[in-house]
């Protein structure tokens, strides 16, 4: 079993940017595919990415594609999404998944963070 924590979000205008990071312990990240998920206010659950096991495919939903970048350190067990080009739309909580397939755009996890706020202001 894989515990993930995630770290970085905050508030930030329109326009800026923020880095998260998702820290894995308990076992090793090169086991799984990650993914980053997020949650608006009143709405379900939205699949942003994920990324293969050693990071060299990713996959974006079309709201984040070009703005958003997911990579990976297996050597220091984490996650990363960049975001850019931020946009009030992209307010939510954010959280990094993993699972033990092979498919990058696989919307079933099986491990979850705790997740972390991401406000962006107009």
């Known amino acids: 079993q894989v515990q993930l924590v995630e770290s970085g979000g905050g508030l930030v205008q329109a326009g800026g940017s923020l880095r998260l990071s998702c820290a894995a312990s308990?076992?090793?990240?090169?086991?799984?595919?990650m993914g980053w998920f997020r949650q608006a206010p009143g709405k379900e659950r939205e699949f942003v990415g994920g990324i293969s096991r050693r990071g060299g495919d990713t996959y974006y939903t079309d709201s984040v594609k070009g703005r958003f970048t997911i990579s990976r350190d297996n050597a220091k067990n984490t996650v990363y999404l960049q975001m850019n080009s931020l946009k009030p739309e992209d307010t939510g909580i954010y959280y990094c998944?993993?699972?033990?397939?092979?498919?990058?755009?696989?919307?079933?996890?099986?491990?979850w963070g705790q997740g972390t706020q991401v406000t962006v202001s107009s």
């Open positions: 998944a993993a699972h033990g397939g092979t498919i990058i755009a696989r919307r079933v996890y099986d491990y």
């Open positions: 308990g076992r090793t990240l090169s086991r799984y595919v």
